[in-house]
C-alpha cells in the first residue's frame, strides 16, 4: 500500500459519530487532557494552535513546559510537540529548537526515536468526526504521558544538575552591562554573518563561551551545543530574564 493510501484510509475511515462542529475539538481536549494530563492547563488558542502548560521553578528559575497541539480540520490531522523553555520570548515559536534551555520536539518524533519518520506517520490523522477524534486525542495524551513526560523530566534534571548550565546562569547572574546594547551587537553580528552563531563576535558572548568550554566533564555532543546555549543564554539575559 502506498503513503497516499495509507493516509487515505485513516482520514476516510467510517465511524457512527457526528461531523466535528466549529470549536468542538477545543472541548474535546480539554475535557480529555484534564482527565489524562492534570498537571497541564490550557493556555491558549493563538494562529490554529491549541497550547497546555506546566510551569516547574528549578533553582529559583521558572521552566516552561508546553503541549502544542495543530489541529487540521480539512487536512484532517494533528501535529503535536513538546517543549521546555526559560525564555519566554519562545513560547509561541512554531520553530523546533535543539539547543538546551529552550528545547522544542516533534512528539512523533520522540515516540518513535528518529527524525526520518514516513510521511503516513509524521501525524496524528483524523476522520473528521467526533468518535475517532476523540480517539486520536486520547492517544496523543497516552503518548505525551509517556513520551513528553519523560523528555521534560530528562530536561528538568539537566537544569537542576548540569554544572554547564549552573556556570551560565552564574555568569549571567553577575553580569551587569546594557541589556539592549548587548542584543543589538548580537543581533547585528548575527545579521552580517548569516545568521550562523559562529558569526558572533561580541566580547561578552566570546567571554562567556569560553567559560562554558571550561566545564569539566562534559560530553561530546552536548559540548556542540555550547555556542547556542551561550547565545541563548545572553539572548535571556537581555530580554530580562
Known amino acids: ?41 490550557f493556555l491558549e488558542y493563538r494562529n490554529g ?5 506546566n510551569i516547574r521553578t528549578i533553582n529559583g528559575q521558572n521552566v516552561y513546559e508546553h503541549l502544542h497541539i495543530i489541529f487540521a480540520l480539512k487536512d484532517r490531522n494533528f501535529s503535536c510537540s513538546v517543549a ?11 520553530s523546533y529548537n535543539t539547543g538546551l534551555i529552550n528545547r522544542h520536539i516533534d512528539l512523533i518524533v520522540l515516540k518513535k526515536g528518529t527524525g526520518v519518520i514516513p510521511v503516513e506517520e509524521a501525524y496524528y490523522f483524523h476522520n ?18 509517556k513520551f ?3 523528555f521534560l523530566q530528562k530536561q528538568a534534571k539537566q537544569f537542576e544538575k548540569s554544572e554547564l548550565i549552573k556556570t551560565g546562569f552564574n555568569f549571567i547572574e553577575n553580569l551587569v552591562i546594557d541589556k539592549s546594547e548587548l542584543n543589538d551587537q ?4 548575527l545579521h552580517s554573518g548569516g ?20 566545564v569539566k566533564g562534559i560530553d561530546r555532543d552536548t559540548r556542540k551545543n555550547i555556542p547556542k546555549l551561550t547565545y ?3 539572548e535571556f539575559y537581555a530580554n530580562g530574564k
Not at 186 to 189: I, P, R, S
Not at 195 to 214: A, D, F, G, M, V
Open 148 to 150: 513528553g513526560k519523560s
Open 195 to 214: 545568521h550562523l552563531i559562529s558569526s558572533i563576535k561580541n566580547e561578552t558572548y566570546l567571554n562567556l563561551k569560553s567559560e562554558l568550554q571550561n
Open 84 to 94: 521546555s523553555r526559560i525564555n519566554k520570548n519562545y513560547l509561541r515559536s512554531n
Open 1 to 41: 500500500m502506498s503513503w497516499y493510501s495509507k493516509i487515505k484510509s485513516k482520514i476516510e475511515k467510517k465511524d457512527d459519530s457526528p461531523e466535528l462542529k466549529r470549536g468542538q475539538v477545543k472541548q474535546i481536549l480539554i475535557y480529555e487532557f484534564e482527565r489524562e494530563l492534570p498537571e497541564f492547563n
Open 49 to 53: 494552535c491549541y497550547t497546555f502548560e
Open 128 to 145: 473528521g468526526r467526533v468518535k475517532t477524534t476523540t480517539g486520536i486525542i486520547k492517544q496523543i495524551a497516552k503518548d505525551f504521558n
Open 232 to 234: 541563548e543564554l545572553l
Open 186 to 189: 548580537m543581533e547585528k553580528d
